[in-house]
């Protein structure tokens, strides 16, 4: 009965929006980043950020870059200091790493765990995001 009662609501919820959404609950725990604290001057291979957008606790973005047709690694690295502002604001950066030469365009989807870059771990605390290569601010609230 629960089982039906969850698909019903996943259907329901799943219908009121045009964007496609991640369902992270079923997320291979291995296939989710984890973003961290560090240096945002970090290096990385150029790729062009064609969505970002926050869902809960995980930022879903998708990139497109050339090459990489042997391997591809991504993390994400948020700014230790966080501007003074109402609400704070964090810049972050994803950092792309490809190997193998080639021709091909690629487009991928990283889902990544940003509860490290929240303002407090606290429910409700709200802080804007400002991610490299992206011209619009996310507003992450910790849940």
């Not at 629960?2 to 496609?20: A, P, Y």
């Not at 391997?71 to 950092?95: A, E, H, W, Y």
């Not at 021709?103 to 407090?120: H, P, T």
Request: aromatic share 6%; proline share 3%.
């Amino acid at each position: 009965m629960k089982w039906l009662s969850f698909l019903i609501v996943s259907l329901l919820l799943s219908c009121g929006s045009t964007k496609e959404k991640i369902n992270v609950s079923s997320s291979d725990p291995r296939d989710i980043l984890k973003a961290v604290l560090g240096d945002v001057n970090q290096e990385s291979d150029e790729y062009t950020i064609m969505d970002a957008r926050i869902e809960k606790n995980i930022l879903v973005l998708s990139i497109r870059y050339s090459g990489g047709c042997t391997s591809t690694q991504g993390s994400l690295i948020g700014n230790q200091n966080i501007m003074k502002s109402m609400p704070p604001k964090r810049s972050m950066k994803f950092i792309l790493k490809k190997e193998g030469a080639c021709r091909k365009m690629n487009e991928e989807q990283f889902v990544i765990d940003i509860q490290d870059l929240a303002y407090k771990k606290e429910k409700g605390s709200e802080i804007i995001l400002l991610l490299d290569g992206f011209d619009t601010p996310l507003k992450y609230i910790y849940n």
